[in-house]
């Protein structure tokens, strides 16, 4: 059974920085991509940062020079480095991979966590 296991989210105050972590845990034999994604009340999830097997990155524009997405191939954990948050950063964050296991090559996606950032 394949989880992804979230942490280090929380409340922050306007300019602060917050560093969320997703390791996927199971029978786990290659993961091809990571990334994160967010949805404040009443609006769609939306793409954050997604990181590749390779290493190549991509960052919604909201999003673009204030977090940074990294791995740790070795722990199979995603990073999301979150700097001079904004109120409008405020959502549930949901960690996503796309990776082989027993099951054959999936989606999954984490439980979320809550980031509030207040004014």
């Known amino acids: 059974q394949v989880q992804l296991v979230e942490s280090g989210g929380g409340l922050v105050q306007s300019g602060g920085s917050l560093r969320l972590s997703c390791a996927a845990s199971?029978?786990?034999?290659?993961?091809?991509?990571m990334a994160w994604y967010r949805q404040a009340p009443g609006k769609q999830r939306e793409f954050v940062a997604r990181?590749?097997?390779?290493?190549?990155?991509n960052y919604a524009d909201s999003v673009k020079g204030r977090f940074t997405i990294s791995r740790d191939n070795a722990k199979n954990t995603v990073y999301l480095q979150m700097n001079s948050l904004k109120p409008e950063d405020t959502a549930v964050y949901y960690c996503?991979?796309?990776?082989?296991?027993?099951?054959?090559?999936?989606?999954?996606w984490g439980q979320g966590t809550q980031v509030t950032v207040s004014s």
């Open positions: 996503n991979a796309v990776l082989t296991s027993n099951s054959g090559l999936r989606n999954y």
């Open positions: 990181i590749i097997s390779g290493g190549t990155t």
């Open positions: 199971g029978s786990i034999f290659s993961i091809h991509s």
